[in-house]
């Protein structure tokens, strides 16, 4: 027999505050049309004032551990990845923590930015498959909206906030690919791409927390070559072949990159799970936000292999391939 995480519940949080094209256009130089071309974002969710990215985690926590039907005291450990965390130190995962009511085991941060939820996929499972842990929370949280350039009309558009989670539990099985559970994670990075995707600051550089700054034309070149790349060796990982894939759920940065992914795996638009439109790109949330709306609308159900890809700055990219 084989341990395998299997996806116990999941849960998401959005801000109340939506942001439409037409209100940014009142104060930015751009308009709905232009955003919508680019991109396919209609609207986004701002954090208000004092919400911090901590507080959307623990909405997102309680959603999940609600679906899943655990409670804190189930719960081994947390892996969030963010990369607007409360605080420098420290990680924003213990605020977490203490504010569920979880006293035993741990609780770290993830800093992968847009590839984040994948990341912290890929540790949880790990975690799990050693038999080190039993239940574990995986959340995406980010509050983008702290690091934008709201005078910067190409990256100022992009970004919105929220939180998404996953609970993952081991099970025994036969290990085979048509076992329910993650069935294959592949992580990649290159830090010589840096200054295609950063922010202009940091504790040890400017002791300022900056801005976000991109280079898209690029950063949308890398991320189709890489996604389609890396979502083949995961598959390949897992014994199977893009046709045998019920959804992909894939980040939400833009949705030419999607689609222009989707086309190079020979895939059905149909079968994506796109929530760019409603929730623009939330970094490391926002795969997990995708996936409890697909979960809870219906479209994934038992069975259905069910592929997540991302990629961020960095450059940071991965895939985690499972049968749901």
């Keep these: 027999m084989v341990l395998r995480s299997i996806v116990a519940g999941c849960g998401s949080y959005l801000p109340e505050r939506i942001v439409t094209n037409e209100e940014l256009a009142r104060t930015v ?11 396919g974002i209609h609207s ?26 655990i409670s804190a005291d189930d719960l081994d450990m947390i ?42 996929t890929n540790v949880a499972d790990n975690f799990i498959r050693l038999g080190q842990a039993h239940n574990v929370l995986v959340i995406g949280a980010e ?3 702290r690091i934008l350039d709201w005078e910067d009309r190409s990256t100022c558009v992009l970004f919105g906030d ?32 840096h200054d295609l995707l950063y922010v202009d600051g940091g504790p040890s550089s400017t002791q300022s927390v900056g801005f976000l700054r991109m280079e898209g034309p690029e950063v949308f070149k890398h991320a189709v070559r890489n996604l389609a790349s890396v979502v ?12 045998d894939i019920s959804w992909l759920v894939p980040h939400q940065a833009n949705q030419r990159i999607i689609s222009t992914t989707a086309r190079k795996l020979k895939m059905s638009e149909e079968k994506i ?8 790109n939330t ?4 795969i997990p936000l995708a996936l409890t709306e697909a979960v809870r609308d219906g479209r994934v159900s038992g069975g259905d292999v069910v592929v997540l890809e991302a990629m961020g700055g960095g450059f940071t990219w991965g895939a985690s391939v499972i049968r749901w």
């Design 162 to 193: 929220g939180a998404g989670a996953m609970v993952l539990q081991g099970h025994e099985g036969a290990g085979g690919s048509a076992d329910r559970g993650i069935l294959s994670n592949c992580l990649h990075s290159d830090g010589q791409h």
């Design 273 to 280: 799970v796109m929530t760019v439109d409603h929730h623009a």
């Design 44 to 69: 986004r969710h701002i954090a208000a004032d004092g919400e911090k990215t901590s507080d959307l985690a623990i909405a997102a926590a309680q959603d999940a551990m609600q679906h899943a039907g």
């Design 79 to 120: 892996v969030l990845a963010t990369a607007t965390p409360d605080e420098t130190f420290p990680s924003t995962a213990t605020a977490v923590q203490a504010s569920l009511g979880m006293t035993r085991g741990a609780a770290f941060d993830v800093q992968a930015v847009c590839s984040g939820f994948v990341y912290a």
């Design 283 to 286: 970094s490391a949330a926002s």
């Design 143 to 145: 509050t983008f909206s």
């Design 232 to 243: 083949g060796e995961a598959l390949d990982a897992a014994g199977l072949t893009p046709s």
């Design 29 to 39: 130089d751009t308009s709905h049309d232009w955003i919508v071309q680019r991109t």
